[in-house]
């Protein structure tokens, strides 16, 4: 069925869509490589990559009182290598990709949580606020990398794939105290917080749900579909279903942002293998949503203060907020052939090349660069991990679907 929905879009999609994969969204590593660096860590090679970049020297910059690199960032661009070389190969990418795992790897505690930053000593920073061990965003994103890895290393290197996987297994421990707590909620407004999504965040659950069907579909794990079955049904419990924004699946609390917003994205990979119909409700009204947050030009957040009141936040508009909500649309539009979220999510790749507020080309093909992002005040031309690993993630996936 994919198959053939693949071919009606490259046969259907209209001039004004389309997107030339030779000029605009040649997808280039140069920048990541530039930001990347191998040290040594306990003898071992690993790669890290450098917080920020900022212009016009785009000089390699740690991030101020918290390190030089971060899990959180070299976990995706181990996705970045690991995609690229699926891609298009290059035995280079795909030890790249072995480099930044074995970094995710050093970061892990001894109960399964991850440290975030290390120092430019190379110690790890255990005391941060955003770097303390803990089971936050940082430890999430190396779940997704590993389960990612271990699909990809089971048939090149068995023995890495296998401490990948025993990796994965260590977190699930953290997983189970968030699902004792399933059924129960957090009563107020707008709508009832389920206790058992992680850190009580969709946006965060979100990002595990994707990572944990990687580590399914390579292994069938019973563990991993029940995760991903309880967390699915959080995220759909988390959903606005008034209002004019009607249909937003909540980050935290009373907000939506754009940021990390994979909802959409991970209930529509759910339901393409377990094909809960409450689920496909849940994700095709959450694309009508993200479809709206497109229209009214990119927003960056909601907030809901009362019954019939909203928050509209629109800057700044980034990649990492483009990325989430264009690729919850792509995978809405494979399920549904819904032709207002292809159009949505073109629109979202179309960001990239200029056709933004700003009119400005946010990803230069020649150097691999993505900007900082856009606010009221113009262009951050800074280029930093984030955006750039962010930008290609999602280039990436729209490739493999057949979008560009």
Same mark, same amino acid.
């Given at each position: ?267 529509? &990979? !759910? /339901?393409? @293998?377990?094909?809960? #119909?409450?689920?496909?409700? =849940?994700?095709?009204? *959450? ?43 792509? &995978? !809405? /539009?494979? @399920?549904?052939?819904? #032709?207002?979220?292809?159009? =949505?999510?073109?629109? *979202? ?56």
């Amino acid at each position: 069925m994919r198959l053939l929905l693949l071919l009606f879009l490259f046969l259907s999609c209209s001039d004004e869509n389309e997107i030339d994969i030779n000029n605009e969204f040649n997808i280039n590593l140069a920048h990541l490589d530039y930001l990347s660096e191998t040290i040594s860590l306990d003898s071992t090679d690993v790669l890290i990559v450098y917080i920020y970049a900022d212009a016009p020297n785009y000089e390699r910059i740690a991030a101020e009182g918290e390190g030089i690199t971060a899990v959180d960032d070299v976990a995706r661009a181990a996705l970045v290598y690991l995609k690229y070389y699926e891609q298009f190969g290059g035995e280079e990418n795909l030890e790249k990709a072995k480099k930044a795992l074995k970094f995710v790897l050093y970061m892990q505690a001894d109960d399964g949580q991850f440290y975030n930053f290390i120092h430019a000593d190379h110690t790890i920073n255990r005391d941060g606020r955003t770097s303390k061990k803990s089971f936050d965003y940082w430890s999430i994103r190396a779940i997704r990398a590993m389960s990612y890895g271990y699909k990809v290393f089971i048939s090149k290197d068995n023995e890495f794939a296998e401490r990948l996987k025993n990796a994965v297994e260590k977190t699930f421990p953290h997983i189970d105290k968030w699902m004792e707590a399933h059924g129960q909620y957090i009563l107020t407004f707008p709508v009832n917080i389920p206790l058992w999504l992680i850190n009580n965040a969709g946006d965060q659950s979100s990002e595990l749900i994707l990572g944990l069907i990687d580590f399914y579909n390579a292994t069938g794990d019973v563990r991993a579909e029940e995760y991903i079955r309880k967390l699915t049904d959080g995220l759909v419990k988390f959903q606005i279903s008034k209002g004019d924004y009607s249909g937003a699946h909540l980050s935290w609390q009373n907000l939506w942002h754009a940021w990390g917003a994979h909802q959409v994205q991970a209930i529509s &990979e !759910a /339901y393409t @293998i377990f094909g809960e #119909e409450k689920w496909l409700t =849940s994700l095709t009204q *959450g694309a009508v949503f993200l479809s709206k947050v497109v229209a009214e030009d990119n927003l960056n957040g909601l907030t809901f203060i009362g019954s019939d009141s909203v928050f509209v936040k629109k800057y700044p508009q980034i990649a990492y907020g483009i990325h989430a909500v264009s690729s919850g649309l792509m &995978e !809405a /539009y494979l @399920i549904t052939n819904n #032709e207002e979220f292809r159009v =949505s999510m073109m629109k *979202g790749l179309k960001w990239f090349n200029g056709s933004n507020s700003a009119g400005v080309v946010m990803y230069d093909p020649a150097t691999g660069r993505t900007f900082d992002g856009i606010d009221l005040a113009g262009v951050n031309m800074n280029s930093g991990a984030e955006s750039t690993i962010e930008a290609l993630l999602m280039f990436l996936e729209m490739r493999e679907n057949g979008f560009i």
